[in-house]
């Protein structure tokens, strides 16, 4: 733990303004199941991971995870893009999003999936809930297939980045090295880039001054609840 952005805030007004206050009523908890590690797998490595983005005080992380999942598809593909969080916070509330009070990373792919998504340059982000200006755009997906439980989000990270939710309530002061101290009242939606023996290690939206680069390592297992809610990725 350390000093950063979020020292000056009550856990209380961290909580109530950088997090999700939306959770999944249909999440379980998940027994801690594992699957073999045969290898260690680093997205961040292999060019497959957009560059950390900052939400702002807006509960719009979920806007972000699904944001992250898309820009690595893309990159994988050999595409270079910036998506517009901004789109998806205006206007995606018919998939149940609420903007900057919250949604979930699935139900923007959703929205994705049937109106295609623009970008950050033709839809800048600014961190507050807006009217929606433009509905979709020529950034389109297929399909959002979701894993559940430690041994299905284990597997699939070893295909691409995939959107997770976790509980962060704890993870304001968070400077290095592999956190476990955290409960599962998940609260905050962020991108799984990589996995070892030891770790999981995530891309956070809180900008690149915030932890390890804008990183943070998860200890292995269902630290935080990452394995308890749906974990989508695209194709």
Same mark, same amino acid.
């Given at each position: 733990?350390?000093?950063?952005?979020?020292?000056?805030?009550?856990?209380?007004e961290?909580? !109530?303004i =950088?997090?999700?206050?939306?959770?999944?009523?249909?999440?379980? !908890?998940?027994?801690?199941?594992?699957?073999?590690?045969?290898? /260690?797998?680093?997205?961040?490595? #292999?060019?497959?991971?957009?560059?950390?983005? !900052?939400?702002?005080?807006?509960?719009?992380?979920? &806007?972000?995870?699904?944001?992250?999942?898309l820009?690595?598809?893309?990159?994988?593909?050999?595409?270079?893009?910036?998506?517009?969080?901004?789109?998806?916070? /205006?206007?995606?509330? #018919?998939?149940?999003?609420?903007?900057?009070n *919250?949604?979930?990373? =699935?139900?923007?792919? &959703? =929205?994705?999936? /049937?109106?295609?998504?623009?970008?950050?340059?033709?839809?800048? =982000?600014? *961190?507050?809930?807006?009217?929606?200006?433009?509905?979709?755009?020529?950034?389109?997906?297929?399909?959002?297939?979701?894993? #559940?439980g430690?041994? !299905?989000v284990?597997?699939?990270?070893?295909? $691409?980045?995939?959107?997770?939710? &976790?509980?962060a309530?704890?993870?304001?002061?968070?400077?290095?090295?592999?956190?476990?101290?955290? *409960? $599962?009242?998940?609260?905050?939606?962020?991108?799984?880039?990589?996995?070892?023996?030891?770790?999981?290690?995530?891309?956070?939206? +809180?900008?690149?001054? +915030?932890?390890?680069q804008g990183y943070? $390592?998860? &200890?292995?297992?269902n630290?935080?609840?990452?394995?308890? /809610?749906l974990?989508? +990725?695209?194709?």
């Amino acid at each position: 733990m350390g000093v950063n952005q979020f020292t000056a805030f009550t856990d209380a007004e961290f909580m !109530n303004i =950088y997090l999700n206050p939306r959770e999944n009523p249909n999440k379980e !908890n998940v027994d801690i199941i594992l699957a073999p590690i045969n290898a /260690d797998i680093d997205w961040t490595t #292999k060019g497959q991971v957009s560059p950390v983005k !900052n939400q702002g005080s807006c509960g719009s992380c979920w &806007a972000f995870s699904a944001v992250g999942v898309l820009e690595s598809y893309a990159l994988s593909k050999g595409q270079t893009v910036n998506l517009s969080e901004q789109q998806l916070v /205006d206007c995606s509330s #018919k998939y149940g999003n609420e903007g900057c009070n *919250g949604g979930f990373n =699935y139900q923007g792919l &959703a =929205y994705v999936k /049937d109106n295609g998504i623009t970008t950050t340059s033709a839809y800048p =982000y600014t *961190g507050k809930t807006q009217t929606c200006k433009t509905q979709g755009g020529s950034f389109k997906i297929t399909s959002v297939p979701t894993a #559940k439980g430690c041994t !299905n989000v284990q597997t699939a990270i070893q295909t $691409r980045p995939i959107g997770v939710s &976790a509980d962060a309530t704890n993870w304001s002061r968070y400077s290095s090295g592999v956190f476990n101290n955290c *409960g $599962r009242n998940l609260n905050h939606d962020i991108l799984l880039v990589g996995l070892t023996s030891t770790f999981y290690k995530i891309k956070n939206s +809180w900008g690149s001054t +915030w932890g390890e680069q804008g990183y943070i $390592r998860l &200890a292995l297992g269902n630290t935080c609840g990452i394995c308890d /809610d749906l974990s989508p +990725w695209v194709q």
